[in-house]
């Protein structure tokens, strides 16, 4: 075949030929102005590529609108995402983590929670006498945590300090 025909008998050529002044080959690909017309046999592979970071239909549809083309992509790429969510959704939710409570401590001053009240105040209650102490702090580092941490530890060695939000212990130098 060196020309388009006229009129095109199998209805899936009829979106090439509604292009035919548009449609040229570039190094054996064909080409809907600079979109490269992807064969049947690649198109699962390209939408996987395009949906590796699973966009949504608006945005592949924007991916491709400048790299590739072919009859009924906008069909193929709402299937594509439905299908992943689909996919998602048929999926179990993750476990539910049961809650671990702390066993109540055998002794005052075992284990001991600690956390800043702002950032002035650094809050130090033992789990076992509900003994509260709060030492003005003027910093939430490591250091400054530490040796106010240390004047709580006075009454007996803390055999635990569980982390709230964020550990104060790290050493970050
Ligand atoms: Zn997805």
């Known amino acids: 075949m060196t020309s388009w025909p006229q ?11 509604q292009r035919k002044n548009e449609i040229s ?12 017309i ?6 699962t592979l390209v939408l996987d590529i395009l949906h590796e970071t699973h966009p949504g239909v608006s945005r592949m549809k924007s991916l491709t609108c400048c790299y590739v083309w072919w009859p009924k992509l906008d069909q193929a790429i709402e299937d594509k995402v439905k299908s992943c969510e689909a ?3 048929s999926q179990p939710l993750p476990v539910v983590a049961s809650l671990h409570p702390w066993k ?17 105040f650094l809050v130090v209650v033992d789990a ?9 702090t003027s910093s939430t580092s490591s250091e400054a945590t530490i040796n106010k941490t240390l004047i709580a530890f006075r009454y007996a ?4 300090i569980p ?3 964020q550990c104060y212990f790290l050493c970050q130098c």
């Open 87 to 89: 996919y998602q959704l």
């Open 7 to 17: 009129a095109i008998q199998d209805e899936q050529l009829c979106p090439y030929l």
């Open 163 to 165: 982390c709230q939000r």
């Open 25 to 36: 080959i570039q190094d054996g690909c064909l080409l809907w102005g600079s979109r490269v």
């Open 104 to 120: 109540f401590p055998k002794q005052a001053w075992s284990r001991l929670y600690i956390d800043f009240l702002g950032k002035t």
């Open 157 to 160: 060695w803390v055999a635990a």
């Open 128 to 136: 076992f006498s509900k003994w509260l102490e709060v030492h003005v």
């Open 38 to 43: 992807v064969p049947p046999q690649g198109r």
